[in-house]
Structure formats: C-alpha cells, structure tokens
C-alpha cells in the first residue's frame, strides 16, 4: 500500500508494487479510451487485464528461452526439407504438434555433419517452450563435465536437477569424444531418471547406435542407456549431405573425385598442347 493520494497515482502505484508493470502503463490509455468508445466496466478491466497476462506471457517465454541455453535460434519454418529428402517432412511436422511430450517419447536425431541434427532438436524443443514447457539443451560432454565436477564440489543434486527437472531435454553431440566409465555411468544416470519420469530427451549424434559400445566404453552401460532413449522413440535417420557445405558443393565434388579433376588438368593442358601445334 502506498501514501498516493488521487486514485490514478494509487492505482499506478499498486500495480507496480503488484508486480503489475504492463497494466500500470496502459490503464490510463486505455481508461480514455473506453470512455471515448463507451466501454462497460467489464470490458475495460478486460482490456487492462488481457494486456498485462500476454506482458507476463512473453516475459515468461524470454525467461524460459533464456534457461535453455540454445546455441543457436531455430525454427521448423527454417528448415528446407527439399534439400534433405531422408527426412519425412510428416513426421517432423507430426513431432512438432507435441504429441510426443505427453506420449514420453525421446527423439534421437542420427546423421553426417551439418545435416541438420542440432537445427532440428532445437527447433522442437523451441516449440515446447512457446507452448509452456520448460526445456534445457546441453552437450553430451558439458553435461558430464558439469555432472561430476557438481560431484567433487558436493551440489551434485541440485545439478542433476538442471538435466532431470525440463520436460524436455537436448542432449547434443552424443559420442562426439569417447567417455569414460564414470562419464558414462553419470549420463546413464541423467538418462535412467527422466526415463523413469517419462520426460523426453532429445539427442543428437553422428554415430551410428551400433557404435555406442565403443563410445560409452562398456557394452552393458551403453545397452542400458539406448534401451531407454529407444524405447517409445523416435528415431530420425538423415542420410544427406551437410548443409554447412551446400555453398561448396562444387568443391566437395571436385574433391570427391580427384580423377575428374586431373582429367580436367589434363585436358586444358591437352588443348594447349594442341594449340601449340597449330
Ligand atoms: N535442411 C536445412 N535447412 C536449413 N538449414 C539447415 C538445414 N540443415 C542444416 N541447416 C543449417 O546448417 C547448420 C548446420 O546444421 P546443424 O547444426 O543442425 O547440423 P548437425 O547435423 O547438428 O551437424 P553436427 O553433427 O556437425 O553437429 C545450421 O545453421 C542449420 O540451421
Ligand atoms: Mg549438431
């Protein structure tokens, strides 16, 4: 409460102190123009109100947007299906209903560089959180170097939280660097408790499922850890080129085929010896 005296400077004043902001600013526009346009009480209060819950709406979305620590911004619009026909246009846009958040299905997302993993995880997760859900992205190795460093420094299960406690979780680059036993065992963890709350991971990786073994450095932990990211999962499978290197296509045929280019070499140097001749 506050010593305000006329009712607008109390109302401003109690709004604010409410946490109000939005309606604070707008209630005397809007206030005016309800008497010009002969609004009831109701719908002025309507008004005012409706303009403060989509402030706090979008303020919410900033905030939760800022917690998922995305690399980049990405969206499903962005994404030009035409130059990676592996990828069914249907079942990204079916994922992108949500449906698999409240079904608990994990995603793994498997492809060469550059095909668009990471564009495709972040721009589902990205979804989620315009539609109320809290997410967090993280790589493989970041989250087992913040994992058993928060074991060390005694706040391992307030840590754990940040990767148990979104609906839904990205985890990047899976096999990108071997792990170690205990890394494995500290990812195995992450997964095995959202697995159990039925909360999705979203995860990326270049490597094939077949090689988890080698990357996770124990058969029985890697089986275990792809038995829960698999089970109910969707799996994406791109089989296409990198869009990283589409602008360079020409050089990455040229060097995929060095004998064209040699024969190229050798029929200039043909020609200018034919030329010399004549
Ligand atoms: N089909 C596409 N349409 C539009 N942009 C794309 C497409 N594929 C990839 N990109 C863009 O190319 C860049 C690389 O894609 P992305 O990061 O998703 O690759 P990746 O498969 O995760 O590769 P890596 O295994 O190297 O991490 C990103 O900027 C992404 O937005
Ligand atoms: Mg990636």
């Known amino acids: 409460m506050t010593d305000a005296t006329s009712p607008y400077e109390q109302l401003k004043a109690d709004l604010g102190y409410l946490g109000l902001g939005r309606a604070a600013e707008c209630f005397a526009v809007l206030a005016d123009q309800a008497k010009a346009e002969g609004w009831g009480h109701v719908g002025y209060l309507a008004r005012v109100v409706a303009e403060q819950a989509s402030a706090t709406t979008n303020r919410r979305l900033a905030s939760r947007m800022r917690f998922a620590h995305f690399p980049f911004r ?9 130059f990676q026909p592996s990828i069914d246009r249907k079942v990204v846009e079916d994922l992108a209903t949500l449906r698999f958040i409240a079904e608990g299905r994990s995603l793994a ?11 495709l995880a972040v721009a589902l997760a990205t979804r989620a959180i315009e539609a109320g859900y809290r997410g967090y992205f993280t790589t493989a190795d970041d989250m087992v170097v913040a994992l058993s460093r928060a074991r060390t420094e005694g706040n391992w299960a307030s840590k754990l939280r940040l990767y148990t406690s979104p609906s839904v979780l990205v985890i990047d680059d899976v096999g990108l660097l071997p792990m170690a036993r205990d890394a494995a065992g500290t990812f195995f963890h992450v997964i095995n408790a959202r697995y159990e709350k039925a909360t999705p991971t979203l995860i990326t990786t270049n490597r ?24 109910k999962a969707v799996v994406l499978n791109i089989r296409g080129p990198s869009w990283r290197m589409r602008e360079h296509q020409a050089l990455a045929e040229a060097a995929r085929r060095p004998q ?10 043909a020609q200018q010896e034919g030329g010399r001749d004549k």
């Open 74 to 82: 990405r969206t499903i619009d962005e994404f030009d299906f035409d």
């Open 109 to 119: 997302f498997l492809g060469q560089p550059g095909c668009g993993k990471t564009h």
């Open 208 to 231: 094939g499922l077949p090689a988890w073994g080698e990357l996770f450095g124990d058969d029985v932990v890697a089986s275990a850890i792809l038995d829960r990211i698999l089970h």
């Open 260 to 269: 064209d280019t040699a024969t190229a070499e050798q029929r200039t140097a």
